[in-house]
């Protein structure tokens, strides 16, 4: 079946610092990824996303990159900050199809001040 | 975006009752809802689609007599956990397929269920 792979689970920076995070697909037809910020009992909150037409896509400090042949794509956030510090999920979907998000198993940023 | 109400946000009930979850668009017509649950620490697991006017699509493992759907109308989706157990005491949460406005996922705000 359909899976999204996310790493790391865990990821400690300094305030300041660029932090990484990155997941694979498995399922060659999906064409859209979004990433989910959430904190603590909350609703994920979309923060960027990408379509398969589109290699990289920016939103100040926040950028994901996709690369279709390889099945995976990343999110970069620059310059953190401890407020960035929260649970990011990455989801996998065929677009236009049932629209159903496969999620990744999430990696908790902390941004040490 | 989008604005998903969902209630309630909280329900402590005793095993063997049932708890019902509502999931409402508030600003458009949702044709499609999604409900996932989340345990603790753990990611988002898809639980079914519920379709207005047609039966849910429930996802391998999910038992569809436990967890009932209902999509009755273009706003409103409902999940009702039938005979909880404290197994069932999760984080439920719901989103909805906004067509038309930003073809995005709009989640709801959760419902924590805890059955003791």
């Known amino acids: 079946g359909e899976n999204v792979e996310q790493h790391p689970s865990t990821l400690s920076v300094q305030e300041g610092d660029s932090a990484v995070i990155k997941c694979t697909y498995s399922d060659s037809a999906s064409n859209y990824f979004p990433w989910y910020k959430q904190e603590l009992g909350k609703r994920p909150q979309l923060i960027i996303d990408i379509r398969s037409n589109v290699g990289e896509k920016k939103d100040q400090r926040i950028a994901v990159t996709l690369n279709k042949t390889a099945k995976h794509f990343s999110l970069h956030i620059t310059e953190t900050q401890p407020e960035d510090s929260a649970v990011y999920f990455c989801?996998?979907?065929?677009?236009?199809?049932?629209?159903?998000?496969?999620f990744g198993q999430g990696t908790t940023l902390q941004v040490k001040p | 975006g989008a604005v998903v109400s969902q209630h309630p946000s909280w329900v402590i009930c005793k095993s063997g009752t049932s708890v019902k979850i509502e999931c409402r668009s508030l600003d458009f017509q949702a044709t499609t809802m999604f409900w996932y649950r989340q345990f603790p620490k753990q990611s988002l697991m898809l639980m079914a689609t519920s379709n207005e006017g047609s039966k849910a699509t429930y996802e391998q493992g999910v038992e569809k007599d436990k967890f009932l759907i209902n999509h009755a109308s273009l706003t409103l989706s409902t999940l009702t956990v039938t005979s909880a157990h404290p197994e069932d005491s999760s984080f439920y949460i719901c989103s909805v397929m906004a067509r038309g406005i930003s073809e995005k996922l709009f989640f709801g705000s959760g419902t924590q269920l805890s059955v003791l």
């Open positions: 989801a996998a979907s065929r677009w236009g199809n049932t629209g159903k998000l496969i």
